[in-house]
């Protein structure tokens, strides 16, 4: 990807930790996510750390609570509406635990990073250790984690990119989570990368 003068203005959706949001910040830091700028976080809890990630490092950072919504286009309208407030041109969901549909005009801009190579041990309600626990319970010999453009079903769309790890006949679900988040922390930032490209080719 080329190095522009105006950076892709980037939002973060979150819903935990906040350590692929984290890890965005430390390729930003060491120069390895040329002409992106994280601009907005938004939280769906005030309670985890993620929120604390954003905020030590100056991004813009909000809370936005599913449950203060009546229904799924006021909970759309609520999530996007700051994010064309600040110009967003793509959006990264990082440990986003909750469904929001995409709106029109975010179609194509919307990336997610999923435990597992999609489309196995993907849906509702697979996530975190669940996905490595059903992976394990499947006796699958690879796993990894997928980077995807979001559509509005779970762990659904086109694929950008998938990183792949074996899986050990010792493993935890544990220790194959830490593995494939090491897949992840590569997979994230060059994903983000190539969606960022494609939208200045446009």
């Known amino acids: 990807m080329s190095v522009t ?78 994010c064309r407030e600040k110009s967003i041109e793509l959006v990264v969901m990082a440990g986003f635990l909750k469904h929001v549909c995409i709106p029109e005009d975010y179609a194509g801009r919307v990336i997610n990073i999923h435990p597992s190579l999609l489309p196995a041990f993907g849906g509702a309600g697979m996530y975190g250790n669940r996905v490595h626990q059903a992976a394990l319970d499947r006796g699958v010999q690879f796993s990894g984690c997928t980077v995807h453009y979001v559509d509005n079903d779970y762990d659904n769309g086109p694929i950008i990119l998938q990183r792949c790890c074996a899986v050990a006949h010792d493993d935890t679900a544990d220790s194959l989570a830490a593995r494939v988040f090491q897949m992840e922390c590569e997979a994230l930032p060059t994903a983000l990368l190539e969606a960022a490209s494609v939208l200045q080719q446009h």
Request: proline share 8%; aromatic share 6%.
């Open 5 to 82: 003068n105006t950076p892709v203005p980037v939002a973060v959706f979150l819903s935990g930790g906040g350590r692929s949001l984290q890890n965005l910040i430390d390729h930003q830091q060491r120069g390895l996510l040329p002409g992106i700028e994280l601009r907005l976080v938004l939280s769906s809890s005030s309670k985890v750390r993620g929120v604390e990630v954003a905020t030590r490092a100056g991004i813009e950072t909000d809370v936005v609570l599913k449950s203060a919504y009546p229904d799924p286009d006021a909970y759309t309208d609520a999530m996007f509406g700051p």
